[in-house]
C-alpha cells in the first residue's frame, strides 16, 4: 500500500570484495563482481569498488581506512565471509577512519555463496545480487552507539559439581564475591559419588574433597546449598536472582555438624541420591561424611515427627539446640553481574531398555551404583558383590552405550562410558579376581593417557566383545547358564551370536541432560538444543560462553564430557566472568528492539514470547515497552507483533525490503537457476 | 457539462459490490454538502455519463476522485488511468481500491477456474457452455467487451495514488470526517495530509478500540464463533481462541464486531506497520499457540478451516505475493 520513499541526498558507498585466497575467488569471479558493481550500482552511490587477496588482513583493512578518509565514504560494504567471522573486524576498520562502526554491512559470499555453489558462472551472479542487497540494505543504515552496562562484580555459579566449584574457587581467589548456590545438601556433585577416576586410578575423594574444603571455607565464597534458583531478573552485569533456600530444620548458626541428630534420628530411608539406592540414609542426614557445609537436613517426607507429630529425638540429643522444626523456606535476593550455570547431568535409566532386565533382574546394576559398590566408603566398604550383599561375583559383563549412540534413545557418544567401562574392568579384576567382558561398539579412548588404560586393562586379561547386546536374561538354555545372567550378543568380529552366562552386569549409562534442563534455561533465558543439553555461543571458538550475555555454562550441561574437560570449562568460564568483572562495564551491542508507542495497542501477544524476559507492559497506557538493556536483538517479538510496532535496530522493514529490492537487481538468466533456488 | 465554478467531484466503481457507493449515501444529510461544495461531474452509480464526457475534460480539471473497486479487467484499467489524468486528487476509497478486498480472493484462482466457477456452477444455466468471448466478429463488424485480466490489482499498482481511505466499506461517519475536511481545505482552513496518507481511518489497530480485557495471551484451541458455548463478554476474543484479526487490522471503525462478539476479519486493512498483514498475522497467532509438540501444533493450526480467507480476506491483491500460482502461472 505505500511505496518506499527514496532516500535523501546520496550516500559515498564503498564496496570491497574479498577473495579469500580461493575460498571465494575459486568459484566466484570476484573482479568481475567487483567491476559489475561499480558500474551498475554507481546510481545506488557506489563510489569504489576494489577486490582483495584477504580483505581481512592488514593490508585489506587499511584500504578501507584510506578510502574512507580520502574518498569520503559514508557507508562500507564487504562482500567476504560470515558477519560472524569478520563483521567486527570490519567494524573497527570504519571506526579507526572515523566512520560510525554500524555503517559497515558485511554479506556473505563465501558461506552462502562460494561454498554452497559449484557452478562459477550462477555463483558469480548470486554474488552480485547479494552485494547489490548488502548496497540497498547499507543506505538505510543509521550511525548507532553501543550501549554501556556497569558490571556488578558478584558472580553466582549454579551447580556445585567439580565444574561449579572450579569456576567458584577460581573467581573467588582473584578476589570477586561468588554464590554458589546447590540443590541438594552438600556439594560435590557426581564426582563425590565415585571411587576412583580414569585413566589414573586416583581416589576421587581425594582430590575433590580438599576442592569442597576450599570452597566451603573460602571468604569469597558464599554457599547456598539444598537451594535452587527461583528468578532471574535484569541483564548482563546486573542480574537480580532470587534464590529458594529450603527449610533443612537446622539453624544454621548453632549446628556444629557433630551428627548426633544422624545418629539417633530412628528414620531409615533408602538414599536414591547418594548411594543410587544401595544404601540407607536417616530421616536427619549429612549426605557423605565429608560433605559441604557441613550441617545436616531433615528430610520432611521421611521425619517420624512431620508424620505423626511425635518424636523429636534429634531436638532432644542436639547439643547446640540448633534443630527448628518450624524453619520455613527462606527467599533471598542476591545482585551479581554474570551467571556460571554448571548444573551437571542426570544419568540414563536403564529400565527403559527393558531387555538389558535392570529393575527386573536383580544382578544387573547401573554404573552408579557399581560406582557405590566399589566406594571404600560405599554400602560394601568398596567390596564388589551381587545384590544380595554377600556373594563375589566370578564373572561380570560390562555394556557399554547403554542408551548412548541408540537412535531409540540418544544418537550421541555419551564420551566417558568406555573410559569409565575400562575403570569398572580393572577394579573387578582387581578385587575379585573375576573373569570380566566388555561388549562395545566402539572403543573410544582419546585424550591424554585413556589409550594407554585401555591397553593396561587388555593386559590385564579383560574379554573384549565388540557388538551391541541383544538381551540380558536369565532364561537358561544349557546347564551352564543355570542360575546365571545370560547375555546375548552379536560377536561382529567373529561374525557370531554369542551367549555368554556372567553372575553380574554393569550397563554403562548415558549421560542425559537434566530433566528440569529446558525450565533452567528458560528461567536464565538460553537455549537448549534438542536433546536437552545447552547451546554454547560458537561450539568450537565459544564453548562457555551462550548467546545471552552474561550467562556462561561450564561441565555437563553443555554436553557429556569427564572430569578435566569439566574443570576446564569451569575455569575457562571463570575466566570470561573476570575479564568482564575487570572491564568494569560493558559494551552492548545496540542491535536492539523498540515499541513504537502511537502504533502499539497493547494487543499483548509479544509479552510471553521473549527469551529474556525484556518486554514489559504497562496496564495504565495499555502498551508494552522493550528494555534496551535486556533485550538481546533476536527478533521473536519483532516477528510476533501483529501491528508491526516493533522493530529491530538494523532490522527494520525498510533495510530488509530495500535488501530484498537489491537481490532482485540481478537477472539470474541461468540454467543451474535450480541450484541457486 | 455546466461549469458553476465549483471544484469538480467524481467517484467511480471498478471491481467492487457497490458497498461503498451504499456507505457514501449513508452519510446521510451530509451528501447534500458535497452538492453544496462540488460540481459532481461523473459518478455513475448516482447520474448519468459517458466516458467520452470524461475524456473531453482539461486534465487535472476534477479536484477530486473516489475511486472505489480493484482493477479486473481493461475497462477498470483504462478508467484508472483516464480518471488519474483528469484528477488532481485520487483517492482509493474502499478496501477493493486499497487492497484487492473480496474480488481480489480470485487471484487464487485461474482464470480458467473463475469462469468455471461462475458459468457452471449449479447456479448457472449454461447448457451451451457459453464463455465470455472477449472478440467477436458479426455481420455488423468486430465486437469487444474489455479483456479480463488474469489478476485483480489494486489501485496503486496501476495508477499513482494520493491517498487511502480504507474499509469494508468505509464507515459513514470516517467518509463525512473526510468530507469535512476537504471542504475545510477548500476554504482555506485546514491543509491536506501528505501524498500516501491513509484518511478517514486511525493510526494504530482495532485493539486500541476495543473495550475488552487483554492478558498475556496463550493459545491451546482455535475455536469458530458458533463453537464456543458461552462467550466471555468482557475478554479478547483471541484469548477465547476466537481468531480475531483485530491487532494487526487498521483502527477506524471503531471495533464494532469485537463489540458485538464477533472476531475482527480485518476490512480496514493493514496498520501503519504492516507490510503484509496476512503473514503478519499468521507469524502473530502461530507466536503465541501454547505448545511444543508439533503434532498439537499441527493440530491446533488445522482448527483455522480456511486460511486464506482468515489472513487475506481483504489484502490478497495488497500483499507481497499479490497471488496464488495458478493465477501466476497463466
Redesign the interface.
Known amino acids: 500500500?505505500?511505496?518506499q520513499t527514496e532516500i535523501e541526498g546520496k550516500e559515498r558507498i564503498g564496496v570491497y570484495v574479498c577473495h579469500c585466497g580461493t575460498n571465494i575467488a575459486g568459484i566466484v569471479d570476484v573482479e568481475d563482481v567487483a567491476a559489475w558493481a561499480e558500474k551498475e550500482l554507481g546510481d545506488r552511490g557506489v563510489v569504489i569498488t576494489r577486490d582483495y587477496k584477504f580483505m581481512c588482513s592488514s593490508l585489506g583493512q587499511e584500504l578501507i581506512e584510506k578510502d574512507i578518509k580520502e574518498q569520503g565514504l559514508t557507508r562500507v560494504v564487504v562482500a567476504a565471509c560470515s558477519p560472524h567471522l569478520h563483521e567486527a573486524t570490519f567494524r573497527k576498520a570504519c571506526e579507526n577512519a572515523g566512520l560510525n562502526r554500524y555503517l559497515c554491512e558485511l554479506v556473505s559470499i563465501r558461506e552462502q555463496v562460494s561454498w554452497v555453489h559449484t557452478d562459477k558462472v550462477a555463483a558469480t551472479a548470486k554474488a552480485k545480487a547479494v552485494v547489490a542487497g548488502g548496497v540497498e540494505r547499507v543506505i538505510h543504515h543509521e550511525p548507532l552507539e553501543a550501549l554501556h552496562v556497569p558490571i556488578h562484580p558478584a558472580t553466582m555459579v549454579v551447580g556445585g559439581g567439580i565444574a561449579g566449584i572450579q569456576a567458584a574457587i577460581e573467581i573467588a581467589d582473584a578476589g570477586f564475591p561468588v554464590y554458589l548456590v546447590e540443590r541438594e545438601p552438600s556439594i560435590g556433585g557426581h564426582m563425590a559419588q565415585f571411587d576412583k577416576t580414569f585413566p589414573t586410578l586416583d581416589c576421587a575423594a581425594c582430590i575433590l574433597t580438599p576442592k569442597m574444603v576450599t570452597a566451603g571455607t573460602h571468604p569469597n565464597i558464599k554457599i547456598f546449598s539444598y537451594s535452587e534458583v527461583t528468578n532471574v531478573d535484569g541483564y548482563v552485569g546486573n542480574f537480580t536472582v532470587t534464590i529458594r533456600k529450603k527449610a533443612r530444620y537446622v539453624n544454621e548458626e548453632l549446628c556444629t555438624g557433630c551428627g548426633i541428630c544422624q545418629e539417633k534420628c530412628p528414620a531409615k530411608v533408602i538414599d536414591d541420591i547418594y548411594e543410587a539406592g544401595l544404601g540407607y540414609r536417616k530421616g536427619a542426614y549429612i549426605p557423605f561424611p565429608q560433605a559441604v557445609p557441613k550441617f545436616p537436613v531433615i528430610d520432611k517426607a521421611n521425619c517420624v515427627f512431620f508424620e505423626r507429630g511425635t518424636c523429636k529425638a534429634c531436638q532432644k540429643f542436639c547439643p547446640t539446640n540448633a534443630i527448628d522444626f518450624d524453619q520455613e523456606d527462606e527467599y533471598v535476593t542476591v545482585e551479581v553481574g554474570n551467571i556460571i550455570l554448571a548444573t551437571g547431568y542426570d544419568l540414563f535409566d536403564p529400565r527403559q531398555i527393558s531387555q538389558y532386565g535392570y529393575g527386573r533382574l536383580a544382578n544387573v546394576f547401573t554404573s552408579m551404583e557399581f560406582e557405590r559398590l566399589s566406594n571404600a566408603a560405599g554400602p560394601t566398604n568398596g567390596e564388589i558383590v551381587l545384590r544380595d550383599g554377600v556373594t563375589k561375583p566370578t564373572s561380570v559383563g560390562i555394556i557399554h552405550c547403554v542408551g548412548s549412540r541408540d537412535r531409540n534413545y540418544n544418537n550421541y557418544c555419551s564420551v566417558i562410558c568406555c573410559m569409565q567401562s575400562l575403570k569398572f574392568a580393572h577394579l573387578v579384576h582387581e578385587r575379585t579376581g573375576a573373569t570380566v567382558y566388555n561388549f562395545y561398539i566402539d572403543m573410544r579412548t582419546a585424550y591424554k593417557e585413556y589409550d594407554e588404560f585401555y591397553q593396561r586393562v587388555l593386559e590385564e586379561g579383560t574379554l573384549f566383545v565388540r557388538g551391541k547386546v541383544a538381551e540380558v536374561t536369565d532364561a537358561a538354555r544349557l546347564s551352564i547358564e543355570e542360575g546365571k545372567l545370560i547375555i546375548q550378543v552379536e560377536d561382529t568380529l567373529a561374525g557370531v551370536q554369542r551367549r555368554i552366562p556372567v553372575d553380574m552386569v554393569v550397563l554403562s549409562a548415558a549421560m542425559i541432560p537434566r530433566h528440569d534442563a529446558h525450565d533452567v534455561a528458560h528461567l536464565f533465558g538460553i537455549s537448549c538444543s534438542a536433546n536437552g543439553w545447552f547451546i554454547e555461543k560458537h561450539p568450537k571458538l565459544d564453548p562457555v560462553a551462550t548467546m545471552t550475555e552474561g550467562i556462561f555454562i561450564a561441565g555437563c550441561v553443555q554436553g557429556p564430557k569427564d572430569i578435566p574437560s569439566s574443570v576446564a570449562q569451569g575455569a575457562a568460564a571463570s575466566a570470561r566472568v573476570l575479564g568482564r568483572i575487570q572491564q568494569g562495564e560493558i559494551a552492548l551491542e545496540p542491535v536492539r528492539a523498540t515499541v513504537?508507542q502511537?502504533?502499539?495497542?497493547?494487543?499483548?501477544?509479544?509479552?510471553?514470547?521473549c527469551p529474556f524476559n525484556a518486554i514489559l507492559?504497562h496496564e495504565d497506557r495499555?502498551v508494552s515497552e522493550i528494555n534496551a538493556a535486556l533485550c538481546q536483538g533476536c527478533g521473536?517479538c519483532i516477528?510476533?507483533?501483529?501491528?508491526?510496532?516493533i522493530?529491530g535496530t538494523g532490522f527494520s522493514?525498510e533495510q530488509i525490503?530495500a535488501q530484498i529490492e537489491g537481490l532482485m537487481r540481478v537477472n539470474f538468466q541461468h540454467e543451474k537457476m535450480t541450484e541457486l533456488a | 457539462m455546466s461549469t458553476n465554478g465549483k471544484p469538480k467531484f467524481a467517484m467511480y466503481w471498478a471491481a467492487s459490490c457497490g458497498g461503498c457507493e451504499i456507505a457514501v449515501l449513508n452519510t446521510g444529510e451530509k451528501i447534500l454538502d458535497v452538492d453544496a461544495n462540488f460540481e459532481v461531474v461523473f459518478w455513475p452509480v448516482a447520474m448519468d455519463a459517458k466516458y467520452k464526457d470524461v475524456e473531453a475534460m482539461p486534465d487535472g480539471s476534477i479536484l477530486l476522485t473516489l475511486f472505489n473497486g480493484g482493477i479486473r479487467n481493461q475497462e477498470n484499467e483504462e478508467i484508472a488511468h483516464l480518471l488519474r489524468r483528469k484528477s488532481q486528487i485520487l483517492v482509493a476509497f474502499g478496501s477493493c481500491a486499497c487492497e484487492g478486498c473480496i474480488p481480489g480472493l480470485a487471484n487464487l484462482s485461474s482464470t480458467e477456474q473463475i469462469f468455471k466457477a461462475v458459468y457452471d456452477s449449479v447456479t448457472s444455466e449454461n447448457a451451451q457452455n457459453y464463455r465470455p468471448q472477449f472478440h467477436t466478429t458479426m455481420p455488423e463488424g468486430d465486437i469487444h467487451i474489455p479483456k479480463f485480466y488474469p489478476v485483480l490489482r489494486t489501485l496503486d499498482q496501476v495508477v499513482d495514488v494520493d491517498y487511502y481511505l480504507p474499509g469494508c466499506p468505509p464507515e459513514s461517519h470516517q467518509i463525512a470526517a473526510v468530507i469535512d475536511l476537504v471542504i475545510q481545505v477548500l476554504n482555506g482552513q485546514a491543509s491536506l495530509p501528505l501524498k500516501g496518507a491513509v484518511i478517514g481511518a486511525g493510526q494504530s489497530t482495532v485493539c486500541d478500540d476495543c473495550p475488552r480485557q487483554r492478558n498475556v495471551k496463550t493459545i491451546k484451541a482455535f475455536r469458530r464463533i458458533h463453537e464456543v458455548e458461552e462467550l466471555d463478554p468482557e475478554l479478547c476474543l483471541l484469548e477465547q481462541g476466537i481468531p480475531c484479526n483485530g491487532p494487526a487490522t487498521r483502527n477506524g471503525c471503531g471495533a464494532l464486531c469485537p463489540k458485538a462478539g464477533a472476531q475482527c476479519i480485518g476490512c480496514y486493512g493493514p496498520a501503519n506497520g504492516v507490510v503484509d498483514y496476512g503473514a503478519r498475522l499468521i507469524s502473530a497467532f502461530a507466536s503465541v499457540i501454547d505448545s511444543n509438540d508439533p503434532e498439537e501444533i499441527e493440530q491446533i493450526l488445522d482448527q483455522i478451516p480456511d486460511p486464506a480467507g482468515q489472513f487475506y480476506r481483504f489484502n490478497l491483491a495488497g500483499s507481497l505475493l499479490r497471488a496464488g500460482k495458478p493465477a501466476w502461472k497463466q
Open positions: 500500500m505505500k511505496k513504537d502511537s502504533i502499539c495497542s497493547g494487543c499483548r501477544i509479544c509479552n510471553n514470547l507492559f495499555m521473536t516477528a510476533a507483533c501483529p501491528a508491526g510496532a522493530t522493514n525490503f
